[in-house]
């Protein structure tokens, strides 16, 4: 079993920069893929980056270039880098594992453990 604790969300200004964290507990949970969806209210959970263990990151489209993901294995935490914030990221963020390694952004169904989400509003 894996648990999942997000921190970090917030207001922030649009182009501004916001840091979330998950931190994750549990047996083996270094060697699981670690991914970060968001859902908008009235909106399908949507998959924004994922990490496997080794590290490399896998984007959609919609945040290349401004977010950034990464983890520490010693001390078993993912982060996302988001920067350049803009209204249309607006939305809960839930950190998610997968325990065959896999990043799959498009199926949140291929996830086996959730957080309980983290509000990010980007708002003037």
């Known amino acids: 079993q894996v648990q999942l604790v997000e921190s970090g969300g917030g207001l922030v200004q649009p182009g501004g920069s916001l840091r979330l964290s998950c931190a994750a507990s549990?047996?083996?949970?270094?060697?699981?893929?670690i991914a970060w969806f968001r859902q908008a209210p009235g909106k399908e959970r949507e998959g924004v980056a994922c990490?496997?263990?080794?590290?490399?990151?896998t984007y959609a489209d919609s945040v290349k270039g401004r977010f950034t993901i990464s983890r520490d294995n010693a001390k078993n935490t993912a982060t996302l880098y988001m920067d350049s914030l803009q209204s249309e990221d607006t939305a809960v963020y839930y950190c998610a594992a997968d325990r065959f390694n896999l990043c799959v952004l498009r199926d949140p169904q291929v996830y086996d453990y959730w957080g309980q989400g983290t509000q990010v509003t980007v708002s003037s």
């Open positions: 549990g047996s083996l949970a270094d060697r699981y893929a």
């Open positions: 990490i496997e263990s080794r590290g490399g990151g």
